[in-house]
């Protein structure tokens, strides 16, 4: 059975240039490629999200990623690299002023990506990794962590704990769905109030918790169509932030493309977001106490 309880007031929140995660503040848009496919397609695709959440004024984040350690086959299209990847996010990030964040997989890129990027992610596949989730922690200013498919909301607190203990509470948790059955993922909405009582933001990865993986042989499929109604669902019950993998066409993706959403879609899903955040955040919540 899981117990449920008031949520957290205290949240712990996060300062990031010009505006904060957690609590009451609005919604902060974690998007970019699922991986770096070249430098020009990924400053583009920066450039266009700086534009739509400058229009819309959300707080946006920028994410890419340099190598996708993870893909279901040996063969399949992993990225730059670090060096080369690093590179280009840091490019982009001082043409453009704005906050990066890619994920880690080896000890060996710690410091490196800690010296670029403003956040610094844990797979999901890695949360449970002691010392790699307290390493990171200890090197980053901001880590994100995936929740593992494998986690229930509750054994989250134990990863927080051993973030937490190296002394660095900028700390992030963001929800991907859980393994239900083969090749199947579900989102159980229940975990949102149970991780934010945690007391630290929590972020909702709408695209991979769309994702089939391994739905398609030697690829991932996906369900994209579902995530502006995952999206909406998270956002009502009082997330932190949204994670969108998106691309300018999807079909064409070298990863991920079949959970990813298309550019030309985002500003009607995140007007939404909007509307729906804003009565979530400032009305329920504060008539309730909560916040």
């Known amino acids: 059975m899981i117990k449920t309880k008031k949520m957290n007031s205290h949240m712990k929140k996060i300062h990031m240039g010009n505006f904060e995660i957690g609590g009451s503040e609005p919604f902060v848009l974690i998007a970019g490629p699922c991986v770096i496919e070249d430098e ?13 959440t400058e229009k819309l004024e959300i707080p946006f984040i920028f994410k890419a990623s340099y190598d996708k350690a993870n893909r279901t086959s040996k063969d399949s299209f992993r990225g ?9 996010i840091k490019r982009i990030k001082k043409e453009l002023g704005i906050p990066t964040l890619s994920d880690v997989h080896r000890f060996e890129e710690i410091d490196m990506a800690a010296e670029v990027l403003d956040v610094v992610q844990v797979p999901a596949f890695l949360c449970r990794q002691t010392d790699f989730v307290m390493e990171i922690a200890q090197k980053a200013r901001i880590i994100n962590i995936k929740k593992g498919q494998f986690l229930a909301p509750m054994d989250v607190e134990h990863v927080l704990s051993k973030a937490s203990a190296t002394g660095n509470n900028n700390i992030m948790i ?50 994209r169509d579902m995530v502006s109604y995952l999206s909406r669902a998270a956002v009502a019950v009082g997330v932190d932030g949204i994670f969108f993998e998106v691309h300018p066409d999807p079909e064409k993706a070298r990863c991920d493309g079949a959970n990813s959403l298309c550019l030309d879609s985002l500003e009607a899903i995140l007007r939404i977001l909007k509307k729906i955040d804003n009565i979530t955040k400032r009305e329920v919540l504060e008539s309730e106490g909560v916040l």
């Open 40 to 52: 020009v397609q990924t400053r583009n695709i920066a450039v266009f999200l700086k534009d739509l």
């Open 80 to 88: 730059p690299g670090i060096k080369e990847g690093l590179n280009i």
């Open 174 to 223: 963001t929800e991907r769905g859980t393994s239900f059955g083969y090749n199947n993922l579900v989102v159980d909405f229940r975990g949102f109030p149970l991780v934010r009582n945690m007391g630290h933001p929590v972020i909702f990865d709408a695209t991979h918790s769309v994702q089939l993986p391994g739905g398609a042989g030697t690829i991932s499929a996906g369900e």
